[in-house]
């Protein structure tokens, strides 16, 4: 490639001018030769990423960098974000093979969490789960992929982030396509929090003083003053008092046969109680509501 | 009793076994190292299965793989074999580009980034111009590409236990395979009135041109026993 002409960049220009279509050159050993060109750009451009993302790699592997008070349940902002920030150009092979290198580190293959990786005592290529649990619980299970992880949640919040991870390669990736990455337990120790509170404050701030400004000014030309505000509705809202501790929702199976009559007609959930269809079909044919049958279907709502 | 005794012989003919497979790996990798052109003693290469176990066996009574690690210096005709041909536009040849070898065996049981990385810093750091990492196990594909980024300061070689265990060029069926300087490589080519790509090749990662650490445009003369035709020669590109 030793040339004494300064070769042009074919990177610069939109990748719809393929050298061999543009009519600017001339001779057929120009084209050729930027043809050639083009492709080594894009072979050294994908290049360029792959090796980014060996590097993003290699600091993924020395992660978390914050200490004790953080872990993967808690991350600090920083690696939280830089986290994402190194993840952008991986694919979820690339992501796999972070997660080996980890493990060959004799860490959990999350990269924010500082725990090392499980070692499963025993032989035996399998392990069963969920034996004291309900039987959808159950499962069999590698043991060499338990022992990617320092514990169950650590697998979840790995394989949330991996199915976030873009297929195309990154350099085949539009410009749009930046993958944005959400944490199943995001930052959230109270001096994070708000440090992220002053950065968004600090992004819209610019533009909301202007406006607030101008409005101002613009109430004050109107002669408005402040006993316009009185007509807004003043909302307080009250956490109601718990009794009991938190339930997770669940498909509750066993009722799901007794509520298939009325599923139909239930919004999020609830069943509105003036009259299911087959009620009124029932006053009807009867005249008036009445009758076992009723009471049953009443019943149910109730019980929704 | 029994059961105990068993045992012990059990683990300790597994010991024998793993000492005389590392034996045949270490005789292979100096046999590499000299025919390459690297100065070692006959003694080195040629080293008694005793007197390996006599050198690396640890305090555990097994061969500790960390003991094992050498390095050799180019020899003068390795130097010359290397050496950039002066030519019109270029009449100060930049010195050959060859230096002291390195070579080392890894006992850890999986091979990473991190790995890699610490050896690349050793071969720099020591200003080793080549290094060769002898594995038990294979590289995972993120480190091996560590090799090509540090290429400007120090070339790694990677080599598994299990490829070592027989020197392939004293296979009969492998013809011998001579490396030609620069300077021989320009006679050769003037002499047909070739250019080198017209030339049949070898690649990069064919196991003689491993064995030999070929480049990339260098040439191979392999001479071939015939029955008919006595020894006759060809020559190989290296891609
Ligand atoms: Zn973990």
């Known amino acids: ?304 | 009793m029994s059961a105990d005794d068993d045992r012990a012989i059990k683990l300790r003919e597994a010991g024998e076994r793993e000492a005389a497979r590392l034996w045949r790996a270490w005789r292979t990798v100096h046999e590499m190292v000299q025919d390459r052109g690297y100065e070692l003693t006959e003694e080195e290469v040629k080293i008694s299965l005793d007197q390996f176990k006599a050198n690396f066996t640890g305090p555990d009574g097994t061969i500790d793989r960390r003991l094992m690690r050498f390095s050799a210096r180019p020899s003068d005709a390795m130097m010359i074999k290397y050496a950039n041909v002066p030519t019109a536009n270029n009449p100060a040849a930049a010195s050959a580009d060859i230096g002291t070898i390195w070579i080392e065996f890894l006992p850890d049981s999986s091979v990473g980034i991190k790995q890699m990385r610490n050896f690349a810093q050793y071969l720099a750091s020591n200003n080793f111009h080549t290094g060769i990492l002898v594995t038990n196990v294979n590289i995972t594909p993120a480190a091996l590409k560590i090799i090509p980024a540090v290429a400007s300061e120090t070339r790694i070689e990677c080599f598994v236990e299990q490829d070592l265990l027989v020197n392939i060029t004293h296979h009969e069926l492998v013809p011998k395979h001579v490396l030609l300087s620069k300077e021989e490589k320009t006679k050769l080519l003037e002499r047909y009135r070739l250019k080198d790509t017209q030339l049949p090749r070898i690649q990069l990662g064919d196991p003689v041109a491993r064995y030999l650490g070929l480049r990339r445009g260098q040439v191979v003369k392999i001479i071939r026993k015939s029955e008919t035709a006595g020894r006759y020669a060809s020559y190989r590109l290296c891609v």
């Open chain 1, 1 to 304: 490639m030793a040339s004494s002409t300064p070769l042009k960049s074919i990177l610069k220009k939109p990748p719809s001018s393929y050298p061999a279509t543009s009519s600017s050159s001339t001779s057929k050993a120009d084209r050729d030769r930027e043809v050639a060109l083009y492709h080594a750009n894009l072979l050294q451009q994908r290049k360029d990423v792959e090796f980014t993302i060996v590097l993003n790699m290699e600091t993924l592997i020395d992660f978390p960098h914050a200490g004790p008070p953080h872990d993967a349940s808690n991350p600090s902002l920083s690696d939280a974000r830089s986290f994402k920030e190194l993840l952008r150009p991986f694919r979820p092979s690339d992501y796999d093979a972070l997660i080996v290198e980890r493990n060959i580190n004799e860490l959990c293959g999350y990269a924010l969490c500082p725990n090392p990786r499980t070692k499963e005592t025993g032989g035996g290529l399998y392990r069963l789960l969920g034996m004291n649990g309900k039987a959808k619980d159950f499962k069999v299970v590698k043991k060499e992929e338990l022992e990617k992880w320092c514990s169950e949640a650590c697998a979840k919040r790995a394989l949330y982030v991996r199915v976030q991870l873009s297929e195309s390669p990154a350099w085949e990736r539009e410009g749009a396509q930046t993958v944005n990455i959400d944490l199943l337990d995001e930052p959230k120790s109270e001096e994070d929090q708000a440090v992220e509170k002053m950065r968004n404050m600090h992004l819209n701030n610019t533009g909301d003083a202007e406006r607030r400004q101008d409005s101002a000014s613009l109430a004050l030309e109107r002669g408005e003053t402040g006993a316009g505000r009185s007509g807004l509705m003043d909302i307080r809202i009250q956490e109601n008092q718990t009794q009991d501790p938190a339930q997770p929702p669940s498909l509750d199976t066993e009722e799901l046969s007794g509520r298939l009559d009325t599923m139909h007609l239930t919004m999020e959930g609830h069943t509105p109680s003036f009259g299911s269809r087959r009620q009124r079909r029932h006053e009807d044919e009867y005249g008036s509501p009445g009758g076992e049958d009723i009471d049953v279907d009443v019943d149910r709502d109730w019980r929704v």
